[in-house]
């Protein structure tokens, strides 16, 4: 991990007491097909299931992560992505505050899990045999829940 990769990923330079943690910038996309939402799991953290999506390059829009993160995670693009919403939480594996942008999309095809990541489910949020990330077991489910999104 280079020192700029520990910059990002703690939200500030390590090196530096500022008093204030920046959070961990993140775009996520929400796909939900016969009523289920898809997850994926990384190898890092293969007993934790997220959102797919990560964090943006440079200076990207958050579409811009969203089609790149689609495209090197599961080998999809997004159609017809829209704003479902804006999540601050506390990143699951980092343990730092997080700023999620999550698009509500259609994907192009089925996907299929690139090497980084461990699997990938599709869910209603009821199952009893998987660990979700916080932010969307307290924030992207009961939201989608609410929309009628997933099945009951």
């Known amino acids: 991990m280079t020192h700029e990769d520990e910059i990002d990923a703690a939200g500030g330079d390590p090196g530096l007491d500022t008093g204030a943690t920046r959070p961990l910038v993140v775009v996520a996309a929400a796909v939900v097909q016969a009523e289920r939402l898809l997850v994926v799991s990384k190898k890092a953290a293969p007993e934790i ?11 990207e829009e958050p579409l ?7 495209d090197e995670e599961l080998g999809v693009r997004p159609l017809t992505p829209r704003l ?6 506390t990143a699951a ?3 730092v505050p997080m700023r999620m942008t999550v698009f509500e999309t259609e994907i192009d095809q089925l996907p299929s899990p690139a090497s980084e990541l461990a699997d990938l ?19 992207v489910l009961p939201m989608l829940r609410r929309r009628g999104a997933l099945a009951s």
């Open 84 to 89: 479902l919403t804006a999540v601050e939480a």
């Open 121 to 139: 489910r599709w869910i209603t949020g009821y199952e009893h045999d998987i660990r979700l990330a916080p932010a969307l077991t307290d924030h």
């Open 64 to 70: 811009q992560t969203l089609t790149r993160e689609l």
């Open 49 to 59: 299931f997220y959102l797919p999506g990560g964090k943006p390059d440079g200076d």
């Open 93 to 95: 594996l980092e343990g």
